[in-house]
């Protein structure tokens, strides 16, 4: 059971004055700014962690979260979910030894992102069949760059979609962090359905070893990024059999783990 309002502004209008050092002039304007957000979360009435987010899709968010994290393994296993303005709280099906309180903030990389042990001796290799036509790269990091509708207007946001293997968007989300992007439009998958198996995930962020996880976490077989990967995102990608594809950008992209799901 869901309660609460989950969706708040995810804009807001500043007054701004921009300088142009070439035409020697400035102007004001009101700007169009991104609404930043802090909910925290509770699980089975224990404080779990704070995010900073944009405050809408809560809910898929919640559902993305716990999935990847490997806190829950389907919907089913929560109870019920709570939502108000500032906190969220969840109850789940059985209690979970709580770790330490943390901070999951727009920043990239933490001592809290550290890779637990059992991911490197228990990698979840993929078994999907799904193939990429290579010119269905080039189309996808289009069409995800066109569809992120809060970026084009404030610049201010990460954003990953789910697509299909002509490249068409099934699913996109957006958030102030890359990985609360990812988190967003795994929910929606989620709550809709969706089989992780025959699509493949976009973002517009760097390819880390926790944005890996949570992929191989839902089966999702093929990571394509406009950014670049860091070294244990590679290493983790070719451990699962995922093919992880950065620097995605005009005509060109490369292939870092399994390139064979790519048709040239």
Not at 41 to 55: E, K
Not at 191 to 216: C, H, M, P, W, Y
Not at 229 to 243: E, S, W, Y
Request: glycine share 6%.
């Amino acid at each position: 059971m869901i309660k609460g309002n989950t969706e708040g502004s995810s804009l807001i209008r500043h007054m701004t004055l921009r300088v142009d050092l070439g035409r020697r002039s400035a102007q004001q304007f009101a700007d169009e700014i991104v609404s930043e957000s802090q909910v925290s979360l509770y699980i089975n009435g224990s404080y779990y962690s704070a995010m900073t987010i944009l405050p809408f899709e809560i809910k898929e968010l919640v559902v993305g979260h716990l999935t990847v994290e490997g806190i829950i393994e389907k919907i089913d296993d929560i109870l019920e979910l709570e939502i108000s303005k500032q906190r969220i709280d969840i109850q789940l099906r059985k209690e979970l030894p709580m770790r330490k309180t943390r901070i999951i903030s727009t920043e990239c990389g933490s001592e809290e992102r550290s890779i637990p042990p059992r991911i490197w001796m228990k990698p979840k290799k993929q078994d999907s069949t799904i193939r990429l036509v290579s010119q269905v790269i080039i189309e996808a990091v289009k069409n995800l760059n066109l569809s992120a509708e809060i970026y084009r207007r404030t610049g201010g946001t990460h954003s990953a979609a789910l697509m299909n293997k002509q490249g068409c968007i099934m699913l996109i989300s957006e958030d102030i962090s890359r990985h609360s992007a990812v988190d967003k439009v795994i929910g929606k998958a989620i709550l809709q359905g969706l089989n992780f198996k025959e699509v493949f995930l976009t973002s517009s962020g760097r390819i880390t070893s926790d944005i890996v996880i949570k992929a191989a976490n839902v089966g999702i077989p093929i990571i394509v990024s406009v950014s670049a990967p860091t070294d244990k995102g590679i290493k983790l990608a070719d451990m699962m059999r995922i093919t992880l594809i950065g620097f995605a950008r005009g005509k060109r992209f490369n292939i870092y783990t399994h390139p064979e799901k790519i048709i040239f």
